[in-house]
């Protein structure tokens, strides 16, 4: 049907040392692959066209899930389906792990990994078509052209964010770390993503991600996953709400709601109350989302739909959080 | 490049580009086109083969990527002229009609029963949940993996 | 299972006998059309227009691409007439003046790589002169902007039934009420799994053969001896991964470019669309608006007179759309008694890809309209949906609007045998909850709705007297072939046919096979459409496996033939000459009208009714299917296995249809939603557990009482889940498709008391 265009070499280096002299040795002509499926399709409709794709998949110690210590490691080479089993991760990230399973379908769980979800390319409508379609259309400030077909005027891409682990692991205070030929950094995640549709995280040309870190929660600490889609599968998100907040004696503290699936970088909502459990704390919490995310026409559903949905998932993430989910 | 892997229990080596399709050196090179496309972009599960024994999207996986895996296709679930258990099973129900997605949905569900041999009605929905079918409503293939024989039954047949 | 009977006394008719193709399609050995390699073959791609309507100006290569392997065809290679010959010759094969829709055809390309020919393909520029197009289909006719004839309108029907309109206005006046109401609904994509796909490889002869995916051989010849300008051709059917209608007439164009290639390049043609392609180019469901008034009996709650409009678009070509307009009208009433109607319906034209045939042919739409409507009078009035149903369904005696008496009418049956099993709780071992993604922890409401469908079985009118429809049985050997050009396109003819003919002759069924879905070798036993297969061309081949019997025991000089059995007759032969008869669809006297639309409108029609339970979620809108109940007649059910496999995929069709299948049209007329994970159709989570009871009012016409079921499951799911969705919330939606968005702005609409539900007149 459409095939993978060979012009490129593949490289398969065993150590991150090695894939990182590839990359340094490469340029921006490089790229990186671990389980395929967001690059591969990208390629195929040429929104990149790498010289040298480098492949992750043969690298050794990426596929660890330490949770020992004060801060968990999670390996970027973990697949997403044994992410969303693992009964470790079931247990202390509950979160992240309904957020793994429900990317995708069996299939593409089984073959992307953690770091790939993280890394996701943002999706538009206008953007992930075939070369041809988005030739006809005039291309957009993505990829080739000079317009946002979703704004009309805008200079900015405004692409959204697809990833489901990405509002999770922010919420959960995690962290990922980058190694490039400068050594090694870590960055908190909403230090990771930026506002630009075009390429909305900082990781460098010459970097790899190679595992998250998660600080060990606290036993007061719940935690939520929210993911709206027509179906129950296969379907990447409409919208995608990720909440966590400390209850201790009936208290909340430290709730952070974070909304993605809108704009090219995950939204945390701003000023959340504190204080006492509530149906008035949730409200409010849910009127202050509402406000603050306004989706767009860059992803599949209806706006308007798509916003309501905001505090529905909120108050559907306080539910689950709280252990109150309602029979089906 | 030469690539080798196990391709239904025999060594096997295609020269190939890298990033060629896993479906598409099925397909062309090796001549197994019981592997199907529907949509060549992970959505749709016609292209459904075991990579170490999991279910994947063959559309989605460059070849270099399989490099001494083993590789199950459709062709492979029969053994010594005898159709797998779950063959027989959608030949017997009905869960095969137009059949372009039947090869995707076999495979997905000699999975599935490898490591669950009596799952549940919903357990198969959820296994079965990346391939996509337009003939039979599900309902015949739920009833074709729930009714597959286990292997003494299949001897007593 | 494989062990049903070989004689009269233990027929396999009737049993869930194995389908012939099965194991080639468990084990991946059945070969699709991609599947086939011809030696020496290029691959062909397509080049679009950009634009819903232009002027073309002309091709212009990307002189930076390498052309050097690759061929590049315009309307100037087409060798006889520009034209894909259907219903009217208004279609080309590759665009040559006026480019009517996005996505239609203007050039092709081949090259000795897919990947090449793709890459061609994206590097021819098509040059146009913009033109204003035309979207709206209500604004379409006699719009300045003209699209087809002199007012845009490609067909236009009208019946009236006993006193009309007349009939209308002396029910107001002894007291009945009127309600009137307006329904509407949206493309839908057959989406078959295989994309369509065809290879044209050139003959010895000068000819062509043609093989691929596709439901009707013979359109393709008939399509191709005018774009060739001779009948040097045969067509050779594939395994076929789905139709649906979709590859009713569709393939005929795909078939014309694969030829159109073939012979400018004397090199045998692959073509295979890819899913985006086949998304955006390809033909849908038509839409529809459609405006009931009805004149209701307040103390019966009988429906007395009817006034029926629709209005179809059609897209940019004319395709199939008279016929889809006049199954359409036909069906408009649904299985409902009306003494008086007047129906009015057009197919307009407007500048989108044109749309085709679709599994129920224009009865979907007119039923989820007719279904509507009665719900609308039950609430207007205070009736009882089901009791307001069983007011006014069929009974034996009736008359159509058609003026078609019917007899052995299922109707009550289907709707208390449904009500019966959609009681019984669900087997345990069925229960398979949706675990919900996002969904979980909603304000969840249940629901039950029904809908009630007659379907009318084969062509319509005198359809099937015009075709005479023929079939061959053959010897080959120790074994028995079937020549038709009915093809199996996963509905299970190359199962059905051979098992007819076994019980005939009194043989194992392995020994009986549908030969190949050649041109060269079957006669015209019509298209694989209209739920027609099974019944009608099934009728001539149970016929054509008596005439071999027969021509058996005429050639038989020894005493007793007259009794003696197929076996027997087979080995006294006197020669092993090849003996090959042929029977033909003998008409049944039907008495039809083409122009006034009066007389018996189909040989005979098939009765459903779905029981659908649903939970809506009054937070998201979203519609949960938790079972499918469905009682359909079937007249005979040939295999059952098979029979209800087939009711169950189009139920599945038409709960997509009711929710999830939305057609996105972007500002060109280019469907934006044109991937498998924006297009959405339902998964095996999303489906629900469905039972099925297969009801059999033999029909006398159909092999063994056999009735078409093809279409009849599709064509009220919608409207069951409207209902379910109003049962458990009290919202209405008189549209389709049902989208979380516009359940929950019919949720709020509800909460608004400035609505009049079925604003009397």
Known sequence: MLRIADTFVVERPRTVAAALALLDAHGDKARLVAGGTDILVNIKHGLHAPEVLVDLKAIDGLRVVDLEGDVFELGALVAIHDLAR?????????????????????????????????????????????????????????KDGTVCHVTKVGKKCVAAASNDTAPVLWTLGASVRLASPRGVRELALEDFYVNDGEKNTVLAPDEILTHVRVPRP????????????????????????????????????????????????????????EGPLSAALIDEAAALAHKQVRPLTNINGDVAWRREMVPVLLRRAFAEALGEEAAA | ????????????????????????????????????????????????????????????????????????????????????????????????????????????????????????????????????????????????????????????R | MAGAGTTPDDPYIGRGFVRADGPAKVTGAALYVDDVRPRGCL??????????RGRLKGLRRDPDFDWTDVVIATAADVPGENVIALMTDDQPVLAHDELRHVTEPVALVAAPTRDRALAAARHVEVLYEALEPLFDPLKAADNPIRIFGDDNIFSRLEMVHGDGLD?????????????????????????????????????????????????????????????????????????????????????????AHAAVLALKTGRPIKLIYRRDEDLQATTKRHPAFMTYTTAVDP????????????????GAYNTLSPVVLSR?????????????????????????????????FGAPQVMFAAERHLDRVARAMGFDPVALRRTNLYRDGDVTPSGQRLFDVASLEVLDRALAAAEAPLPPSMVATRPGGGQAAGRRKAGRGLAIAWHGCGFTGNGEAALAGEADVSIDGHHVLIHTASTDIGQGTDSIFPAIVADVLGVDVQRVHNAPHDTADVPDSGPTVASRTAMVVGRVVEQAAHSLLDALRAEAQWPGAEDADFDTLLERRPSDAPLR????????????????????????????????????????????????????????????????????????????YATSEAVVLDDRGAMRNNRLTNYIIPTALDAPPMETILVEYPFAGGPFGAKGIGEIPHDVPAPAVAAAIEDATGAVLDRLPMTPEAVLDALEARETPAETPGAAR
């Open chain 3, 328 to 360: 359409a009208i036909l069906h408009a009433l649904g299985p409902y008694a009306v003494p008086h109607a007047r129906l009015n319906a057009r197919m307009v034209a407007t500048h989108t890809p044109p749309n085709g045939a679709f599994r129920g």
């Open chain 1, 218 to 273: 606290a036993p007061t600490r719940r935690m939520a996953y929210q993911k709206l889609r027509v179906r129950d599968s296969i379907d990447y998100p409409m919208l995608n709400l990720a909440l966590a907040f400390d209850l201790d004696g009936g208290v909340v503290s430290n709730l952070d709601v974070v909304v993605s699936a809108v704009a090219a970088r995950p939204r945390r909502v701003k000023r959340l109350p």
């Open chain 3, 581 to 656: 008869v042929r029977a033909r669809y003998e008409d049944a006297g039907a008495e039809w009208d083409p122009e006034t639309y009066r007389g018996d409108a189909y040989p005979t029609y098939g009765w459903s009714c779905v029981v659908v339970d649903v939970e809506v979620d009054t937070d998201t809108g979203e519609v949960l299917y938790r079972r499918l109940v469905q009682a359909t007649d079937v007249g005979k059910a040939l295999n059952p296995v098979l029979a209800a496999g087939q009711l169950e995929g189009g139920a599945l069709q038409g709960l997509g």
């Open chain 2, 1 to 156: 490049m030469k690539i080798q892997f196990e391709l239904n229990g025999a060594p096997t080596a295609v020269e190939a580009t890298p990033m060629a399709r896993l479906l598409d050196v099925l397909r062309e090179d090796l001549r197994l086109t019981g592997t199907k496309e529907g949509c060549g972009e992970g959505e749709c599960g016609a292209c459904t083969v075991l990579i170490d024994g999991r279910a994947i999207n063959s559309c989605l996986v460059p070849v270099v990527q399989v490099r001494g895996a083993k590789v199950q296709t459709v062709e492979g679930l029969a053994r010594d002229g005898r159709l797998h258990p779950v063959q027989q099973a959608f030949v017997d129900h009905g869960g095969a009609q137009c059949g372009i997605c039947t090869p995707g949905f076999v495979v997905a569900a000699a999975e599935l029963l490898a490591r669950d041999p009596q799952p549940d009605a919903i357990t198969i929905r959820e296994a079965l949940a990346g391939n996509l079918c337009r003939c039979t409503g599900y309902q015949k293939i739920i009833d074709s993996v729930a009714r597959t024989l286990s292997g003494d039954e299949e001897a007593a």
């Open chain 3, 299 to 314: 103390a019966s709650g009988r429906i007395l007179a009817a006034d029926v409009d629709l209005l179809f678009d059609g």
């Open chain 3, 43 to 52: 691959y062909g791609a397509t080049v679009r227009s950009p634009v819903a």
């Open chain 3, 167 to 255: 009939g209308m206005a002396q029910a107001e006046a002894a007291g009945a009420r009127l309600v009137r109401g307006s329904y509407a609904v949206g493309l839908q994509e057959q989406l078959y799994i295989e994309p369509q796909g065809m290879i044209a490889q050139p003959r010895e002869d000068g000819g062509l053969t043609i093989f691929g995916s596709m439901q009707c051989p013979y359109y393709i010849v008939k399509a191709l001896k005018r774009v060739l300008g001779h009948d040097r051709l045969n067509v050779v059917q594939a395994v076929t991964g789905g139709g649906f209608g979709g590859k009713e007439e569709y393939p005929s164009m795909v078939a």
């Open chain 1, 86 to 142: 693992h009964p470790g991760v079931q247990a202390a990230l509950p979160s992240l792990a309904r957020a793994a399973g429900l990317i995708a379908g069996p299939q593409l769980r089984r073959m992307g990994t953690l770091g790939g979800n993280i890394c996701l390319d943002t999706r538009c409508v206008y953007i992930n078509q075939t070369h041809f379609w988005r030739d006809a259309l005039g291309y957009c400030i993505k």
